[in-house]
């Protein structure tokens, strides 16, 4: 499937710390996105990196990607509590012909942050 | 800030009944979507609609759904006889401007079919 696949799928970590969340998946693609989900919330674009980029900060975060390797990581440093969230990637269907706006989404990372 | 905005937030339903779950997009947004969440599953994609048609759907999007833009600022998914697989989280998302990709979400409407 095209899906990213999140690693770990929980992260407990204490304020200050950081954090490292991984996606792989499985196909070509023109970008990949993170997206963070508080509890019972909707989906807050973070970031998006674009398949010929292999680099991309924004403020205290960090992604990369290594296309060769299908996969991503998203980097959150310094972390605070109001970090705690589910974190997901999610790639575009360039492989498969997709329009503009189907994202395929992994299971996402469960991260917490212990103040 | 803009935002998506989903109406109601929380609807219980007898299956077999229909459901109309509401959106307001972006204001100057041209690209509306629906996805799913099923408690403990991935954020599936269901629809995408421009330019007043749908673009794309999944398999998931079956003669049950429709969707609707019946004026310039809603958009609505409409579920006609609704089964208890049904029952999830229903996303409305939007996208347009510099930045086409990135998706804007509402909070969601938690759909619970008995």
């Known amino acids: 499937s095209q899906q990213g696949e999140e690693d770990p799928q929980a992260l407990s970590i204490q304020e200050g710390e950081n954090a490292t969340m991984n996606c792989s998946y499985k196909?070509?693609?023109?970008?990949l996105q993170w997206y963070r989900q508080n509890s019972g919330r909707g989906l807050v674009h973070l970031i998006l990196?674009?398949?010929?980029?292999r680099e991309k900060h924004s403020g205290r975060l960090r992604v990369t990607l290594d296309t060769s390797k299908k996969s991503s990581s998203l980097l959150i440093t310094a972390s605070r509590a109001a970090d705690t969230a589910s974190y997901f990637c999610a790639t575009d269907g360039a492989d498969r012909g997709s329009t503009l706006g189907r994202l395929y989404f992994g299971r996402g990372t469960q991260l917490t942050v212990w103040p | 800030e803009p935002e998506v905005t989903q109406t109601p937030s929380h609807q219980v339903t007898q299956m077999g009944q229909e459901v109309i779950l509401r959106c307001v997009p972006i204001?100057?947004?041209?690209?509306f979507y629906w996805y799913r969440q099923i408690l403990g599953q991935k954020v599936e994609f269901l629809v995408s609609f421009y330019n007043n048609e749908i673009s794309e759907k999944s398999e998931i999007f079956d003669d049950q759904f429709s969707v609707e833009r019946p004026d310039g600022s809603n958009f609505t998914l409409k579920i006609r006889s609704t089964k208890l697989e049904d029952s999830a989280m229903y996303f409305c998302a939007s996208s347009g401007g510099s930045t086409n990709e990135k998706l804007f979400f509402g909070s969601g409407t938690q759909l619970s079919v008995l």
């Open positions: 990196i674009r398949s010929n980029e």
């Open positions: 196909t070509s693609i023109n970008n």
């Open positions: 204001s100057n947004h041209l690209y």
